[in-house]
């Protein structure tokens, strides 16, 4: 079953189509003329693209920016923000007003240089990196088509639609989410390639001579050429896509910078005014005599009929939700609000208990798959993946199913090699909404996935990362396969929760805060190897929400503060042992989470590290630890690339071992008490 097309621009003879593109193509054009800066041309060259789409095609509601059976439209080429802006503006989106348009790329104004999810009412998804919107638009697909599995036609019938431009196409992403897409079949989504064969630099012949059609027919996807210019060439290549079985690329050859006489057709119209005087030989060649920001009302009028249109459709699907009943209405309203099942808590709560009694000694990644498989069956909209590591990540449930083109009830997607595509399909999970999206990788691997990571936490959209393979502790496979880098650079993300839980115990409780951050993306930093499990009782309050807290507290004052993270917390408490035997009071601190830690209070920080000396200890470089250290702390890590060797014999080459930071622990109170007998 299709959702039928909207009603036909023909209902409203009044005003042409070139009049309503023209209007898109003079408010972007103002605006940029106004900011003295932005990128005119895309949206001059798609406007009459956009226009069909809106007019024609696609199912919104202005007054309700949220509804959930709405089509959702991304602009992967971001730049032409404009285009987007002005559609917002036109169709009657709150917030949107002319004011906004003339306040295009400035401070505290809800039409920033490129889109931003949450910023400006109808932006779906966050778009400027070249590449990432196609990519978050599979994920958006990927969703209505799981989710229309669950709950059928009546309640769940939209279709993805995104413009992208060559830049989209020739990222490498955009590869992998085109080949992801096809192989599942996602009939709702069609792409529509602003295909002008200009880039920054010049013609895209410059540096492209891809057959783009023959690229997305060999990945599975129906493909077609249509002239972007032609309204009805347009609808019909729409209308046929929505009728196809596979997702559909229509590529539509565009004049970049349409109407403008001496930059039109060049990349002069990309990403720059266009100047007084090219401004008024414009709206002189396409017929518009207005002042600038000026639409006539018939046409504003006009545009706001379309944008109105869809209430009829939103307040139907409201009231078939009312009519569900309450079995069926409690998991569907749970996935739309993004919430946490009932059940939920008390299978977690069993899962903390459980691996506190039973005091495994297991790899992270290990207790990671438990937590997994006790919270599955109470998170119906819990759906994993991984990039072709399954077995290594141990991410999927015993109780998932897999998703293939023929069934999407399924709950766990086998996305093949395909990290950065997994990453940024996540995000348009995550933002679609009715799922709880995480995949697994290589910890390693984060580089390829970090673009879409990246927007995750500007965002602010709830997508869990599980990265095993932590460390040099993952051994033999050497240091193209071991990071070192990886927890500095995923810490300096703003909005990202980057956890390396130390034992099983600390693992189901990074789970938990990863599972309730609704405003932050997290990545599980997870172990190949096995660790002790050194938490006797699954407190009432979950420890590792804390970021940082201590383990072992010594008997009288601190002599020494052992910091440590992941792995390296079994080494810190035998390095206390042996301090102990020197009669040095060394503290424990487990600090699975920096940043949870840095949100804690100045006073429950200085209680935790205390007045005493620190060592910092992990497997990794250095990064951020300072400022946890302190000016005379020490840090017992990594200093360069690892080595291929068993991992307890790296521990002992790199001098990440229980003797190493006792020994550090004794260098620094010996350097501690010198300072104070010469100060």
């Not at 931003?116 to 088509?145: F, K, S």
């Not at 998991?331 to 506190?356: G, I, K, W």
Request: proline content about 5%.
């Amino acid at each position: 079953m299709t959702a039928p097309a909207l009603s036909r621009i023909a209902s409203y003879p009044d005003v042409s189509h070139a009049e309503m593109a023209n209007a898109i193509r003079f408010l972007a054009i103002d605006a940029v003329e106004k900011a003295k800066s932005g990128h005119p041309g895309m949206p001059m060259g798609m406007a009459d693209v956009a226009t069909v789409l809106f007019s024609r095609f696609l199912k919104f509601d202005p007054a309700d920016p949220a509804w959930s059976d709405r089509d959702r439209f991304v602009l992967s080429a971001g730049h032409g923000s404009m285009l987007l802006y002005a559609l917002l503006y036109l169709t009657g989106y709150e917030g949107v007003t002319l004011h906004e348009l003339k306040a295009f790329r400035q401070w505290g104004s809800k039409t920033p240089g490129h889109p931003e999810y949450g910023h400006t009412p109808g932006v779906e998804t966050t778009t400027g990196p070249l590449g990432q919107g196609i990519a978050t638009a599979v994920g958006m697909a990927l969703a209505e088509r799981l989710m229309n599995a669950r709950f059928g036609n009546n309640f769940v019938d939209h279709f993805t639609y995104a413009i992208a431009g060559d830049g989209c196409l020739m990222e490498g992403l955009s590869h992998e989410a085109i080949s992801l897409a096809g192989h599942l079949r996602l009939s709702r989504l069609i792409v529509l390639f602003d295909d002008n064969e200009i880039s920054i630099d010049g013609a895209t012949s410059l540096s492209c001579s891809d057959d783009q059609l023959a690229r997305f027919k060999a990945s599975g996807w129906s493909a077609s050429r249509v002239d972007g210019h032609d309204p009805d060439a347009v609808a019909a290549a729409i209308e046929c896509a929505r009728n196809n079985d596979r997702p559909s690329l229509i590529a539509c050859r565009t004049v970049i910078g349409f109407g403008a006489p001496n930059r039109q057709g060049t990349e002069k119209a990309h990403g720059a005014p266009l100047g007084a005087e090219e401004v008024a030989k414009t709206r002189t060649a396409l017929d518009w005599p207005h002042e600038p920001f000026q639409i006539p009302e018939p046409v504003i009028e006009q545009w706001r009929k379309i944008g109105a249109r869809g209430q009829g459709a939103r307040r139907n699907w409201i009231e078939r939700t009312r009519r569900l009943n309450t079995t069926a209405r409690s998991p569907f309203h749970d996935a739309l609000n993004r919430n946490l099942s009932c059940e939920y808590a008390e299978a977690m709560a069993q899962v903390r208990a459980r691996f506190a009694a039973d005091r495994p000694n297991i790899a992270t990644r290990q207790a990671s798959q438990l937590v997994i498989d006790g919270i599955a069956e109470a998170l119906p909209n819990f759906l994993g993946g991984s990039a072709d590591l399954t077995h290594s990540n141990l991410t999927r449930a015993k109780t998932h199913a897999p998703v293939r083109p023929d069934f999407f009830e399924g709950s766990y997607v086998h996305y093949g090699v395909r990290e950065h595509a997994m990453a940024a399909a996540m995000n348009g999970i995550a933002l679609h909404g009715g799922f709880i999206p995480y995949g697994g990788t290589f910890l390693t691997f984060a580089d390829y996935s970090r673009p879409a990571i990246r927007l995750a936490a500007l965002m602010g959209v709830r997508v869990i990362h599980v990265m095993t393979h932590d460390s040099i502790g993952l051994g033999e496979d050497g240091p193209t396969h071991q990071p070192v880098e990886h927890l500095a650079s995923l810490r300096a993300i703003p909005n990202l929760l980057v956890f390396r839980p130390g034992d099983a115990v600390e693992t189901a409780e990074a789970w938990d805060c990863a599972l309730r951050a609704g405003t932050s993306p997290s990545v599980l930093c997870l172990s190949r190897q096995a660790m002790p499990t050194f938490r006797k009782v699954a407190d009432k309050d979950n420890l590792v929400a804390l970021g940082a807290y201590v383990v072992v507290e010594p008997k009288g004052d601190r002599d020494i503060t052992l910091i440590a993270t992941g792995s390296e917390v079994s080494i810190a408490l035998k390095a206390a042992k042996l301090l102990a035997a020197d009669s040095v009071r060394a503290a424990v601190v487990s600090a699975p989470c920096f940043d949870l830690f840095r949100q804690q209070s100045a006073e429950y920080r200085d209680g935790v590290l205390g007045r005493a000396p620190r060592i910092g200890v992990e497997a990794a470089v250095e990064g951020d630890w300072a400022r946890w250290l302190g000016d005379g702390g020490q840090f017992v890590g990594m200093t360069g690339f690892g080595a291929s060797a068993p991992a307890e014999q790296l521990y002992r080459e790199f001098g990440i071992t229980a003797e190493a930071v006792a020994t550090a622990a004794l260098n620094s109170l010996a350097q501690s008490r010198m300072a104070a007998t010469y100060s």
